[in-house]
Protein backbone atom coordinates (compact mmCIF):
# COMPACT_ATOMS: atom_id res chain seq x y z
CA UNK A 1 0.00 0.00 0.00
CA UNK A 2 3.16 2.25 0.08
CA UNK A 3 2.63 3.99 -3.13
CA UNK A 4 5.51 6.34 -4.91
CA UNK A 5 4.47 9.25 -7.53
CA UNK A 6 6.78 11.31 -9.29
CA UNK A 7 6.61 13.70 -11.77
CA UNK A 8 8.87 16.92 -13.69
CA UNK A 9 10.03 15.38 -16.32
CA UNK A 10 10.25 17.33 -19.71
CA UNK A 11 12.28 18.22 -22.85
CA UNK A 12 14.53 20.86 -22.49
CA UNK A 13 17.87 22.49 -24.45
CA UNK A 14 21.32 21.76 -23.30
CA UNK A 15 21.82 24.24 -20.27
CA UNK A 16 18.39 24.61 -19.16
CA UNK A 17 16.68 22.96 -15.82
CA UNK A 18 14.17 20.87 -14.37
CA UNK A 19 12.52 19.97 -10.91
CA UNK A 20 11.59 16.41 -10.50
CA UNK A 21 9.74 15.58 -7.39
CA UNK A 22 8.95 12.29 -5.53
CA UNK A 23 6.38 12.15 -2.79
CA UNK A 24 6.07 9.02 -0.39
CA UNK A 25 2.17 7.92 0.83
CA UNK A 26 0.79 5.27 3.06
CA UNK A 27 1.32 3.20 6.28
CA UNK A 28 4.83 4.14 6.87
CA UNK A 29 6.76 4.32 10.01
CA UNK A 30 9.77 5.80 8.67
CA UNK A 31 11.14 7.01 5.43
CA UNK A 32 15.70 6.92 6.42
CA UNK A 33 16.36 7.62 2.45
CA UNK A 34 15.17 8.89 -0.78
CA UNK A 35 16.84 9.71 -4.02
CA UNK A 36 17.21 9.12 -7.81
CA UNK A 37 18.44 6.16 -9.88
CA UNK A 38 18.52 6.76 -14.18
CA UNK A 39 18.91 4.53 -16.86
CA UNK A 40 19.79 5.56 -20.70
CA UNK A 41 19.35 3.15 -23.63
CA UNK A 42 22.13 0.85 -23.60
CA UNK A 43 23.77 1.73 -20.57
CA UNK A 44 24.04 0.50 -17.22
CA UNK A 45 21.64 1.49 -14.39
CA UNK A 46 23.57 4.62 -12.34
CA UNK A 47 22.43 6.69 -8.86
CA UNK A 48 22.39 9.78 -9.43
CA UNK A 49 21.55 11.29 -6.02
CA UNK A 50 20.21 10.56 -2.63
CA UNK A 51 20.19 12.02 0.41
CA UNK A 52 18.84 10.01 3.97
CA UNK A 53 16.13 11.23 6.56
CA UNK A 54 19.62 13.64 8.67
CA UNK A 55 20.10 15.19 5.81
CA UNK A 56 23.04 13.85 4.55
CA UNK A 57 23.67 13.74 0.08
CA UNK A 58 25.72 11.58 -1.81
CA UNK A 59 25.98 12.36 -5.75
CA UNK A 60 26.75 10.71 -9.03
CA UNK A 61 30.25 12.35 -9.65
CA UNK A 62 29.17 13.22 -13.15
CA UNK A 63 26.25 15.88 -11.58
CA UNK A 64 27.94 17.37 -8.62
CA UNK A 65 27.73 20.80 -9.05
CA UNK A 66 25.00 21.15 -11.09
CA UNK A 67 22.17 18.82 -9.14
CA UNK A 68 21.00 19.53 -6.16
CA UNK A 69 18.45 17.02 -4.17
CA UNK A 70 16.64 18.34 -0.55
CA UNK A 71 13.54 16.69 0.91
CA UNK A 72 10.71 17.73 2.95
CA UNK A 73 10.52 15.14 5.60
CA UNK A 74 7.20 16.00 7.32
CA UNK A 75 5.95 15.73 3.82
CA UNK A 76 8.04 12.61 2.93
CA UNK A 77 8.75 14.39 -0.78
CA UNK A 78 12.40 14.63 -2.04
CA UNK A 79 13.41 17.23 -5.15
CA UNK A 80 15.95 16.75 -7.13
CA UNK A 81 16.57 20.39 -9.08
CA UNK A 82 18.47 20.22 -12.50
CA UNK A 83 20.49 22.51 -13.70
CA UNK A 84 22.79 22.93 -16.61
CA UNK A 85 21.66 19.94 -18.15
CA UNK A 86 23.50 18.36 -20.56
CA UNK A 87 22.77 15.77 -23.95
CA UNK A 88 24.53 12.84 -21.51
CA UNK A 89 21.62 13.17 -18.64
CA UNK A 90 18.91 12.02 -21.05
CA UNK A 91 17.42 8.74 -18.92
CA UNK A 92 14.10 7.95 -17.12
CA UNK A 93 14.66 9.10 -13.61
CA UNK A 94 13.43 6.64 -11.22
CA UNK A 95 12.87 7.97 -7.71
CA UNK A 96 13.98 5.49 -4.89
CA UNK A 97 12.67 5.21 -1.23
CA UNK A 98 14.04 3.12 1.08
CA UNK A 99 10.83 2.76 4.08
CA UNK A 100 10.80 1.11 7.68
CA UNK A 101 7.48 -0.81 8.21
CA UNK A 102 7.03 -3.14 10.81
CA UNK A 103 11.22 -2.91 11.65
CA UNK A 104 11.56 -4.25 7.99
CA UNK A 105 13.62 -1.93 5.68
CA UNK A 106 12.16 -2.04 2.33
CA UNK A 107 13.23 -0.62 -1.34
CA UNK A 108 10.27 1.08 -3.23
CA UNK A 109 10.15 2.58 -6.76
CA UNK A 110 8.40 4.96 -8.67
CA UNK A 111 7.41 5.10 -12.07
CA UNK A 112 10.21 7.06 -13.40
CA UNK A 113 10.03 10.44 -15.49
CA UNK A 114 11.55 10.63 -19.01
CA UNK A 115 14.30 13.39 -19.09
CA UNK A 116 15.82 14.64 -22.36
CA UNK A 117 18.15 17.18 -23.47
CA UNK A 118 18.53 18.44 -26.77
CA UNK A 119 22.11 19.55 -28.08
Known amino acids: QVQLVESGGGLVQAGGSLRLSCAAS????????MGWYRQAPGKQRELVARITIGGITNYQDSVKGRFTISRDNARDTAYLQLDNLKPEDTAVYYC?????????????WGQGTQVTVSS
Open 96 to 108: FARIVIMSEDNLY
Open 26 to 33: GSIFSVNA
